[in-house]
């Protein structure tokens, strides 16, 4: 396990777009701000959902789509850079009318009905995702 000590910097309160985008609107809104370290949760609703999950073996995501009003129980994620762009990496559990949840990595094609956003930048060296032979994934660098 490595790490390194961050700082918070700013942190931010806000409502999602109707309609929009979840990861799309998440990302956009780091773009416009220069985060590029930091984390997000976020709670509301979603009109539909796209959610994957990493075969290890097979090396790759397989994807489920939700094509449902959902309530959004939690979304957690994590900011940092990849392709030197802010990148963000977030999970999501959902659930559904009787209390059902679902979850995983969250993906585009999650469409908001409302939500809250609660976001973090921190200060630090900077985290950057590169490609990972081990698992497949493109993880943050060993040199943290
Ligand atoms: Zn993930």
């Given at each position: 396990m490595t790490g390194q000590e961050v700082q918070l910097k700013r942190r931010w309160m806000g409502r999602l777009d109707y309609d929009a985008d979840l990861l799309m609107q998440l990302t956009q809104f780091c773009i416009d701000h220069a985060i590029?370290?930091?984390r997000v949760?976020?709670?509301?609703?979603?009109?539909?959902?796209?959610?994957?999950?990493?075969?290890q073996q097979d090396?790759?995501?397989?994807?489920?789509?939700?094509?449902?009003?959902?309530?959004?129980?939690?979304?957690?994620?994590?900011?940092?850079?990849?392709?030197?762009?802010?990148?963000?990496?977030?999970?999501?559990?959902?659930?559904?009318?009787?209390g059902s949840a679902f979850g995983g990595?969250?993906?585009?094609?999650?469409?908001?009905?409302?939500?809250?956003?609660?976001?973090?930048?921190y200060t630090g060296p900077s985290l950057t995702r590169t490609p990972d032979t081990s698992t497949g994934l493109s993880l943050w660098g060993r040199s943290i």
């Open positions: 590029t370290l930091g949760e976020a709670i509301g609703a979603v009109k539909k959902a796209r959610i994957g999950y990493y075969d090396r790759s995501y397989s994807y489920m789509d939700l094509e449902r009003p959902l309530e959004i129980l939690a979304l957690k994620g994590n900011i940092s850079l990849k392709d030197d762009q802010p990148f963000v990496h977030a999970h999501i559990t959902l659930s559904d009318e009787h990595h969250l993906a585009e094609g999650t469409v908001v009905f409302a939500g809250e956003f609660i976001l973090d930048q």
